[in-house]
């Protein structure tokens, strides 16, 4: 029989007669099951080993915040485009994308879908939030697996403003495992007429929680009003 053990001063001490799967615990913080041995009770809960570390080591909710204030506003714009009240909206965009997500920059690579809408300041700066969701266990996940709030600035154009040269640079939740991303790219658009634009950019995505970056690549096909 495989004894269960567990962490005293600093010695993994044996619990003889005790077998490993009746010292299973559930992580009051984020719910995972653990051994006793991978535990902390602090007097109050029992915790993992990821969540007994101090609350300084995980991106606070600021950015949770500013992502859902971000997404807020874009609709209240949405609805108040037509108003002549709001003066600063230049246009509105909204865009179906298809996404590429690849881990480590060059590694497996992920297929997802989703949406975009975006409020422009002026004509060459806008601001978006977008929602994707991906393939993970046949697209089984969750409805929105990433959410993403950035500022796109027109950089060039050629041909009458035909294509234009963008830049782009944001924040990243992903709401399957709470982590949170900077994010910085380039892309290009293709101003097929005054209202339909087609597109694509590439960004890196630098993760908070010890995670590899990764990359992101949309496609998307884009419409003005």
């Not at 409805?143 to 027109?154: G, M, P, T």
Request: with cysteine; proline share 2%; charged share 20%.
């Amino acid at each position: 029989m495989k004894y269960a053990t567990a962490i005293r001063d600093g010695f993994n001490v044996p619990l003889i007669g005790i077998p490993e799967s009746a010292t299973l615990e559930t992580c009051d913080c984020c719910g995972e099951t653990i051994g006793l041995s991978q535990s902390t009770f602090t007097g109050t809960q029992v915790l993992c080993g990821k969540c007994k570390e101090p609350d300084e080591t995980k991106p606070t909710d600021t950015m949770k915040t500013i992502l859902i204030a971000a997404f807020a506003l874009l609709t209240i714009n949405l609805h108040a485009a037509d108003s002549k009240a709001v003066k600063w909206i230049d246009s509105i965009t909204v865009a179906p994308v298809a996404v590429i997500q690849t881990e480590g920059i060059d590694g497996a690579s992920t297929f997802g879908a989703g949406a975009d809408l975006g409020v422009g300041i002026n004509k060459y700066v806008s601001v978006h939030v977008a929602g994707y969701g991906y393939e993970t266990d046949s697209w089984g996940g969750g409805a929105v697996d990433e959410l993403e709030s950035y500022v796109k600035a027109n950089l060039a154009s050629f041909s009458k403003q035909v294509v234009v040269v963008t830049a782009k640079a944001g924040a990243v939740w992903d709401t399957a495992l709470d982590d949170y991303a900077m994010s910085v790219g380039a892309g290009l658009d293709l101003n097929v007429s005054k209202r339909f634009a087609l597109g694509a950019d590439y960004s890196i995505r630098a993760w908070f929680n010890e995670r590899e970056k990764d990359s992101l690549l949309r496609f998307f096909g884009q419409v003005k009003f």
